[in-house]
């Protein structure tokens, strides 16, 4: 079955960019969409923003200026970078494979910290 | 995009049926049968546990089931347990091809 592993630093640095990696193995990373969702400590599920197997994108509106989300097929990952990180950042990002309008298979979760 | 509105807080004695709803808009909730719902237990990732508004993943009890109604879909669940005991959110699609999640409830098990 398909399974979700999220990898990067768990340490960013306030003003830099947080960059997180989700490989996917078990299946094929197409013709899905991809997704990425976040949860600051204590507080609820935001979504952050998905990616088509094509590349197409949508992204959450109060993330759209810093978030970028790409997919490379060749590898079977898509990746998250976040610009200029902030202490509101901080959360366990979670990456998903997006089936229509639900998300059905989920990873385990990574924790970032933005702290100097 | 605002969050879909749910309760923030629900709660039930083993045996019985609660109900948890999430209210939306025309522009998510109302206007597209993209509603899913997700549970979350303490340290776990959300796993989903309806789609489509009514439709239930393989392996998912029964006990749960969904609807909805104008701009506000429900998540009921039958037959309480205590492994229900867990955060639920709802999401939706929305008009601007984005998603959007509810603020998420806690149930309790009595």
């Known amino acids: ?116 | 995009q605002s969050a879909l509105t749910q309760p923030a807080s629900v709660s039930g004695s083993p045996g019985q049926s609660i109900t948890i709803s999430c209210t939306g808009t025309s522009s998510d909730v109302g206007g597209y049968n993209y509603v899913s719902w997700y549970q979350q237990h303490p340290g776990k990732a959300p796993k989903l546990m309806i789609y489509e508004v009514t439709n239930r993943p393989s392996g998912v009890s029964n006990r749960f089931s969904g609807s909805k109604y104008g701009y506000t879909a429900s998540l009921t669940i039958s037959g309480l347990q205590a492994e229900d005991e867990a955060d639920y959110y709802c999401s939706s699609y929305t008009s601007s091809s984005t998603l959007v999640f509810g603020g998420g409830t806690k149930l309790t098990v009595l």
């Not at chain 1, 950042?89 to 309008?101: E, I, K, P, V």
């Open chain 1, 1 to 116: 079955q398909v399974q979700l592993q999220e990898s990067g630093p768990g340490l960013v640095k306030p003003s830099e960019t947080l960059s997180l990696t989700c490989t996917v193995s078990g299946g094929s990373i197409s013709p899905y969409y991809w997704s990425w969702v976040r949860q600051p400590p204590g507080k609820g599920l935001e979504w952050v923003g998905y990616v088509y197997y094509s590349g197409s994108t949508s992204y959450n509106p109060s993330l759209k200026s810093r978030v970028t989300i790409s997919v490379d097929t060749s590898k079977s990952q898509f990746s998250l970078q976040l610009r200029s990180a902030t202490a509101a950042d901080t959360a366990l990002y979670y990456c998903a494979r997006l089936a229509g309008g639900f998300m059905d298979v989920w990873g385990k979760g990574t924790t970032v910290t933005v702290s100097s």
